[in-house]
C-alpha cells in the first residue's frame, strides 16, 4: 500500500530555534497534505491543510507564521515550527490523500517535538 | 448534528476475543480511526480504516460499514495489557477527528 514517510521521528531542540518536518509520499502523488498536532492526554487536532503549489490553510488558533508549511511538490511538504517555545513539545503527524476515487488518507509516523 | 456511541465498559477474560462496537453520525466522512488510551497517557493510534470492511493489524482488526455508520474493533487473544480504553474516532468532512468518550476494556485472568 501507500506509504507516507515522516522525517525525523524524535527531535530536541533549544528555545528559540527553528524545526522543519518532512513529509513524504514514497509511492504516490499526493495532492494534498494535512498536518496534525497532538499534545500528550489530548485528541490528534488539525492544524493545517496543504495544498500542491497553494498556500495552507490554517485551523483557527494556528499561527500561520509560526507554523510554516510548504508544499512544493506532489510528494513533499514541510513543517517549519519557527521559533520554537516549550509549549510548542507536541506530536506532529501528517497525513496525504492519495487522489484517487476512494481518497484513503495515509499517514505518516510522527514526529515527536521536545522544545528545551 | 455529530455523535458517536460506543459501550462505556467491558470486561473480558485474558486470552479470549473481545468486539468492541461504534456507531456514528457525523457531517461528512474522512474514514474512521481507532485509538488506545492507557491510563494517564496520551491516545496512541491503532487503526484507520476509510473503505468498507475489515482490516487485519495482528491481533487488532478493525471493520468499517459506511452504509450504516458502523465500526468495530477486534482484539483477539487478550493480555492484561489490553486493558484500557478504546476509542472511536470518525473523521468529518473537515478533516477534524470527532471523538467518542471510549470504551474501557478490563481484562481478567
Known amino acids: 500500500g501507500a506509504v507516507v514517510s515522516q522525517h525525523p521521528s524524535w527531535v530536541i531542540c533549544k528555545s528559540g530555534t527553528s524545526v522543519k518536518i518532512e513529509c513524504r509520499s514514497l509511492?504516490?502523488?499526493?495532492?494534498?497534505m494535512f498536518w496534525y498536532r497532538q499534545f500528550p492526554k489530548q485528541s490528534l487536532m488539525l492544524m493545517a491543510t496543504?495544498?500542491?503549489?497553494?498556500?495552507?490553510?490554517?485551523e483557527q488558533g494556528v499561527e500561520k507564521d509560526k507554523f510554516l508549511i510548504n508544499h512544493a511538490s506532489l510528494t513533499l511538504s514541510t513543517l517549519t515550527v519557527t521559533s520554537a517555545h516549550p509549549e510548542d513539545s507536541s506530536f506532529y503527524i501528517c497525513?496525504?490523500?492519495?487522489?484517487?476515487?476512494?481518497?484513503?488518507?495515509?499517514f505518516g509516523s510522527g514526529t515527536q517535538l521536545s522544545v528545551l | 448534528g455529530q455523535n458517536i456511541d460506543q459501550p462505556t465498559e467491558m470486561t473480558a477474560t485474558e486470552g479470549a476475543i473481545v468486539q468492541i462496537n461504534c456507531t456514528y453520525q457525523?457531517?461528512?466522512?474522512?474514514?474512521l480511526f481507532w485509538y488506545q488510551q492507557h491510563a494517564g497517557e496520551a491516545p496512541t493510534f491503532l487503526s484507520y480504516?476509510?473503505l468498507d470492511g475489515l482490516e487485519e493489524k495482528g491481533r487488532f482488526s478493525s471493520f468499517l460499514s459506511r452504509s450504516k455508520g458502523y465500526s468495530y474493533l477486534l482484539l483477539k487473544e487478550l493480555q492484561m495489557k489490553d486493558s484500557a480504553s478504546y476509542l472511536c474516532?470518525?473523521?468529518?468532512?473537515?478533516?477534524?477527528?470527532?471523538w467518542g468518550a471510549g470504551t474501557k476494556l478490563i481484562i481478567k485472568p
Open positions: 497525513s496525504a490523500k492519495t487522489g484517487s476515487k476512494n481518497e484513503k488518507l495515509f
Open positions: 509511492d504516490f502523488q499526493a495532492t494534498t
Open positions: 496543504s495544498n500542491e503549489g497553494s498556500k495552507a490553510t490554517y
Open positions: 457525523t457531517s461528512g466522512f474522512n474514514g
Open positions: 480504516n476509510v
Open positions: 474516532a470518525p473523521m468529518d468532512s473537515n478533516y477534524q477527528l470527532i
